[in-house]
């Protein structure tokens, strides 16, 4: 579903992307995890048809987006990371903006109803929470049914119910037939999402696999990792001062 | 174009809900025609009296000298008889004053001199009339001795009624077409391109042209429903009627807008943040505001600057406005204007290709 190979991209003299290949899976939820700078975005962003590459060539859906960067954009969803939507616009019209993008008309309230937004359809857009807000760009890039989602950072910032939410969403969304891409730096997050995952830094590709057979090899190699046994939490603090009895009436 | 056209509808349903940019774009241009409609600056204005001195002889420099010398009156020197007919009819004179060739005061030949007065302006056309007999006649007195010897042939001319509002009214039109073209889409743009929304818009297969073809015919629709809201409120409160056709008027109205659009996406693309936005739109507006003749004529800007006041978008624009709204012109006649407009357009464009980058990199 997506294909890259010797993809390069500099700015100035800043080498942002150095050579990397790998492919992507029909149907896979595949994380692409760094630190910041790690070249992630700039590599999402050549996918999704928004950068040119200096170098290398990129498959995305069948179609070479070098060479055809608005026929991937018909083909694919993108959640960017700190994007916005337009001012004193309902979500429901937010949707319909975005319809206008594609040129086709939807139903805004059943394409809320998949990100779990139906109730929200006639709020201000601007008025929703971090997760909700979060949901809506979602689900702005699914108006096209695409083949392949991008999600840039999709949980940066948000609190840990939102989070799993999103999880939840995230793996609907697969189960649909679509082909999701992620970036993230929260491990947990790949470790439980993603069925692949490339590790990234300074533009190059250190790793790829599934997280298991990852953390496998890691062990393999005679990796322990130092347990510090902790006398107490900062529960028994909260437990010595509150007292054990349930609290009742 | 039926994508644009949706596209469009969107922008226009968000801009509709923001209350500060309908206060700026209706309800300001209301209250600055409101008061100074209301304070009818015309009335407070000198005599103008037209003069044409066919005679050129020491005489004649003498009475002309001697009108100059009366505050009550401006004196404005105009070519020949047929400009000075035009100038009154079209009341920018209150009456003319013509010293015809061979005129001479001396005893015992009377002179002759011919006064036009303008009859929509009958007080002022009478006052002018008493103080140049009376200058005229101690002239004569002083130059023979004698009792004035003076045929004043008088004739009647009909002006327009022009008031000063009937001159305000397009000047306010022209003034706000210019500001909305410019403030809105530059800040539009930019708050949009920060906050990552084109980012975004971009990211879908909208093309870019389709994109700014709808920001710009939102833009000319609402120019056009504030030229008409402004109208009927002209209408309404000081019964200003539009001389020449409505549609000749919306005309000049779209390709001004078109004009200042150009400009403001220039902007645009120059400013990086909002904050950028409003000082070089302002050295661009406010000083076409004060030599434009937003509020009076440009004529009374100083002589120097009048050459190049012009040529400045502006001037053109409240110039063709005014040709048609007051005096009646049709698109022919302010095709000068029009061309200027299209000319300003093409610099405009021309600069905003080169500086609109919609996608930050």
């Known amino acids: 579903m997506v294909s890259v190979r010797d993809l390069r991209k500099s700015y100035g003299s800043i080498l942002a992307v150095r050579g990397i290949s790998f492919d992507v899976a029909e149907g896979e939820i595949f994380g692409l995890l760094g630190p910041n700078g790690a070249g992630k975005t700039t590599t999402v962003e050549i996918l999704e048809g928004l950068r040119r590459a200096d170098g290398g060539t990129a498959h995305v859906a069948g179609i070479d987006v070098g060479a055809d960067p608005a026929g991937v954009k018909h083909r694919i969803g993108a959640q960017l990371q700190s994007s916005a939507f337009p001012l004193h616009l309902t979500a429901a019209e937010v949707i319909e903006l975005f319809a206008t993008c594609y040129d086709r008309t939807v139903d805004a309230r059943a394409v809320l109803a998949t990100v779990d937004l139906a109730d929200r359809a006639d709020q201000w857009n601007e008025k929703l929470s971090g997760g909700q807000r979060q949901r809506l760009s979602i689900a702005t890039a699914l108006v096209n049914d695409p083949k392949v989602l991008f999600l840039d950072e999709p949980t940066t910032g948000l609190d840990p119910q939102a989070r799993r939410n999103l999880w939840d969403l995230v793996r609907r969304i697969r189960e649909r037939g679509t082909t999701v891409f992620l970036t993230t730096h929260y491990m947990d997050e790949a470790e439980v999402l993603c069925d692949r995952v490339a590790i990234m830094d300074a533009g190059r590709i250190l790793e790829l696999d599934t997280p298991r057979a990852l953390i496998g090899a890691l062990l393999s190699r005679g990796f322990s990792k130092p347990v510090i046994q902790q006398q107490a939490d900062l529960e028994d603090v909260f437990l010595d001062r509150t007292g054990h009895e349930l609290r009742e009436g | ?361």
Request: charged share 15%; proline share 5%; no cysteine.
């Open chain 2, 1 to 361: 174009m039926r994508q644009t056209l949706r596209f469009t509808g969107s922008l226009l349903r968000a801009y509709v809900r923001d209350r500060s940019a309908l206060f700026f774009t209706f309800f300001m241009p209301f209250l600055f025609m409101l008061i100074f409609g209301s304070l009818n600056f015309g009335a407070l204005g000198r005599i103008e009296v037209g003069y044409v001195d066919e005679a050129g002889g020491p005489d004649a420099e003498r009475i002309v000298g001697a009108l100059q010398q009366v505050s009550a009156l401006r004196l404005v020197r105009v070519d020949d008889r047929a400009a000075l007919d035009r100038r009154l009819q079209r009341s920018e004179l209150d009456m003319g004053l013509v010293l015809p060739a061979g005129f001479l005061i001396a005893p015992g030949s009377p002179a002759t001199l011919e006064l036009y007065a303008d009859q929509a302006a009958p007080q002022e056309s009478g006052v002018g009339r008493s103080i140049v007999m009376e200058v005229v006649g101690r002239a004569s007195l002083a130059a023979s001795g004698s009792p004035p010897a003076i045929i004043v042939s008088e004739r009647r001319v009909s002006g327009v009624r022009l008031r000063y509002v009937d001159f305000l009214v397009p000047g306010i039109l022209g003034l706000n077409v210019m500001q909305l073209n410019i403030f809105s889409v530059a800040f539009a743009l930019v708050i949009q391109r920060q906050r990552g929304v084109i980012r975004r818009i971009f990211a879908t297969p909208l093309s870019p042209t389709r994109f700014l073809a709808a920001h710009s015919l939102l833009r000319l629709a609402l120019s056009a429903a504030q030229v008409g809201i402004l109208l009927a409120l002209a209408f309404l409160l000081f019964e200003v009627r539009v001389v020449g056709s409505l549609a000749d008027l919306l005309v000049v109205a779209i390709a001004g807008a078109v004009a200042f659009l150009m400009q403001g996406f220039a902007i645009a693309g120059w400013a990086r943040t909002e904050n950028q936005v409003p000082p070089v739109a302002n050295l661009i507006t406010l000083p076409q505001f004060f030599l434009s003749g937003v509020l009076f004529p440009k004529e009374t800007a100083p002589d120097v600057i009048e050459p190049i006041t012009g040529y400045l978008p502006l001037t053109l624009f409240n110039d063709a406005l005014r040709e048609i709204s007051a005096q009646g012109a049709s698109l022919w006649d302010v095709r000068a204007q029009l061309l200027g407009l299209v000319l300003w357009g093409l610099a405009g464009f021309v600069v905003a290709v080169r500086l609109l980058k919609l996608r930050e990199e």
